[in-house]
């Protein structure tokens, strides 16, 4: 057993490539038919975002924000789900990640909140479902409290890291320091190798007694991670696993559903879906009896259906 799925163990028994572009597309609203044919907006301070854009331009619009380390990539089956019953699905690779730029500043919470306020001006969206997996839930929750709702119909976090992943004096119930502490020490040492750890072992559940792994799963999660930068990626670790959200849900004034596998190894249900569900206002709560972290692969066709009952309501 390595070291990352002792680490999973003890959190379970706690819990009980594209080329850059030469330019990218203008930070205007004026410019969303160039963002949507070019693929790449420039985020406030430069950065080209890469941008997926797929399905009827005139169908209710649901925008999907990705989990850590990965990129637009792994919401592929619920994008091509949604788009081929009448919605327009965009998603993008979070700065640092995936075919977007890799700055060395701004990898935090507030900085990707940003990052998808432009991505939605820029391509002129509104009335929009925003759909956060695990870091990409705290993306979500980050652009609510940050800039409101006016562009935002509904909203639904999947396993996600709110309202606080990390064990601290305020949330004393949350994932141990140890566990931090690893990851970064994971990530310097052989990120290559902590990729295929978590992939192999509690992000799909493949760790489990009777479980069947799944080399294309694992090689998927492997080849998304390694096309994000190192940099992007260790400071990343600090934003999922520290940044408190109990603010944020707060002010969600939407339509939210809050769905999590009750056997998420990666980001315990407890004090994370649970509590989140108990913070928003009128939120409803799904949870997936046994389901890993990576409920968008290993329960996909389950979610995918959620989904669309809910944004079709």
Known sequence: ???????????????????APSQAVANTPAAATAAISGLYVAAADGTPLYVKDWGPRSGPVVVFSHGWPLNADSWESQMQFLAEHGFRVIAHDRRGHGRSGQPWAGNNIDQYADDLDVVL?????????????????????????????????????????????????????????????????????????????????????FNRPGAQPSAGLIDSFFVQGMQAGSKATYDCIEAFFYSDFREDLKKFNIPTLV?????????PIETTGRATAKLVKGARLIEYADGPHGITDTHKDRLNRDLLDFISQ
Do not use: C, W
């Open 259 to 267: 769905i999590h596998g009750t056997g998420d190894q990666i980001v």
């Open 1 to 19: 057993m390595n070291a990352f799925n002792r680490l999973a163990l003890a959190i379970t028994v706690a819990f009980g490539g594209v080329a």
């Open 121 to 205: 001006r820029t391509l002129g969206v509104k009335r929009a479902t925003l759909v956060g997996f695990s870091t990409g839930g705290g993306e979500v929750a980050r652009y609510i409290g940050r800039h409101g709702t006016e562009r935002v119909a509904k909203a639904v976090l999947v396993g996600a890291i709110t309202p606080i992943m990390g064990k601290t004096e305020t949330n004393p119930a949350g994932v141990p320091t140890a566990v931090f502490d690893s990851l970064r020490q994971a990530s310097l040492a052989n990120r290559a190798q902590l990729y295929k750890d978590i992939a192999s072992g509690p992000f799909f559940g």
